[in-house]
């Protein structure tokens, strides 16, 4: 409980400023969405400019400069045919050094046959999970980071790579079933500026079945079996409504497989092991949202072996914490996280969110705010971020202490 108490502190902060709620209003803001903004256009195109701080524990490094190009088509063009194409390019500059890295992020077609029937073919970014900021059920996020530029964890779904894949969904009145195949194409991932990274995103065969019905306006979960070379894993995702500006949700994936550690020392634990997050999200009427998640990771270290880890030689612990990052599970067993979001927190087309996540067995902290003005078609926007904790925590021992980053955006 003492590792929760900055999360409940600034959770009252931030309810009491948000007092006058009306539910009413606040189910109209919870259902308004980026995705019904931008529904009436088929293309989206932004630029992104940025200039990042950062502060090391350990000795200096020069400031970052970073240019982001970033694209998506997503254009009928007969009406049964449809093609999605997303595309990113960051160009970073730091102490006189470039680097650059492309993202193929999607690029397939789609056909639908029949109203309810529907067929996909190429890279897809195929995301899954009722969670916010861990999604077990997220079974192809493993691997798809090729260039973070923020730890907003609605950023990493965003900005990753899809998996090449054959998908094939089928509707019903209330209820979907959908499988996809994704075939191995390539044995390891490149660091090549442009290449697809076919050994990130399709390294084995997997395939995944989702099925989800709803039994009522209340109930509608979803249920899914994974299969790769050495796990079959099952999932569920369920949200319920509860009055009109809260939801609780929960995910829960499980199956047995190997703990991260035993991936990353090469030992066969094979185990039973289950994952799940689960929180409640509340709106009101201020268009201030606050999501309060648990998450646990059973493939991660339990406190006893951090611990061990942390306190034996640097390699293992940096392999282990390497893995753990390539797959995106969770450092330690236990974590949670608290995230807000204000719009026109002082005036108009000016937001505040942030989020603060706890690691529970280590005490230590990951603390991350932006302020963003919106304008008709550029946002200005500052981000902090600050990693607190004890050397070699799952946060103190990131290398970074503090970063600052200005961004400017401007969507075409």
């Known amino acids: 409980m003492k590792c929760l108490a900055p999360l409940l502190v600034t959770a009252s902060a931030l309810l009491a400023g948000a007092a006058a709620a009306d539910d009413d209003a606040a189910l109209q803001l919870a259902d308004q969405t980026a995705d019904q903004v931008e529904a009436a256009r088929d293309w989206r195109f932004l630029a992104e400019l940025a200039g990042a701080d950062a502060q090391y524990r350990v000795g200096e490094q020069p400031a970052e400069a970073r240019l982001s190009l970033d694209g998506r088509i997503d254009r009928r063009f007969h009406d049964d045919w449809r093609f999605v194409f997303a595309d990113r390019i960051d160009l970073r500059s730091s102490g006189g050094h470039q680097t650059s890295v492309n993202m193929l992020k999607e690029a397939y077609l789609g056909w639908q046959p029949r109203t309810e029937l529907l067929l996909d073919l190429g890279r897809i970014n195929t995301r899954y999970g009722a969670g916010f900021g861990y999604n077990p059920t997220d079974f192809f996020k493993v691997g798809a980071l090729r260039s973070v530029t923020s730890v907003n964890p609605a950023s990493l779904r965003e ?16 209820g979907s079933l959908t499988a996809m195949y994704s075939p191995k194409l390539a044995d390891t991932p490149s660091d090549d500026a442009f290449s697809l990274d076919l050994g990130a995103s399709n390294p084995q065969d997997r395939w995944l079945l989702a099925l989800s019905h709803s039994f009522g306006d209340n109930l509608n979960p979803q249920w899914l ?31 047995r497989q190997r703990s991260v550690a035993g991936r990353a020392f090469g030992i066969d634990d094979t185990a039973f092991r289950n994952a799940l997050s689960t929180g409640l999200t509340w709106t009101a009427a201020t268009r201030l949202t606050l999501t309060l998640e648990y998450q646990y990771d059973g493939a991660a270290l339990a406190s006893g072996g951090w611990d061990a880890l942390r306190a034996g030689p640097i390699g293992p612990y940096l392999g282990y914490r390497q893995l753990a990052a390539q797959r995106q599970n969770l450092t330690t067993r236990h974590a949670a996280m608290l995230y807000a979001q204000w719009q026109d927190v002082l005036m108009p087309r000016v937001d505040l969110s942030g989020f603060v996540r706890q690691d529970l067995s280590d005490d230590s902290r990951l603390s991350w705010l932006e302020t963003r003005w919106r304008g008709d078609s550029t946002d200005v926007a500052l981000q902090w971020q600050y990693d607190a904790g004890d050397a070699r925590s ?5 290398p970074q202490r503090q970063i600052w980053q200005a961004l400017l955006t401007h969507y075409f």
């Not at 079996?225 to 994936?253: F, K, M, P, R």
């Open 394 to 398: 799952n946060y103190g021992g990131l």
């Open 225 to 255: 079996l994974y299969h790769e070379s050495d796990t079959t894993q099952l999932g569920l995702n369920w949200s319920v409504l509860l009055g009109d500006a809260t939801i609780v949700y929960a995910e829960w994936a499980g199956g």
């Open 159 to 174: 900005n990753r790579l899809g998996s090449v894949m054959l998908r094939g969904q089928t509707l019903w009145d209330g």
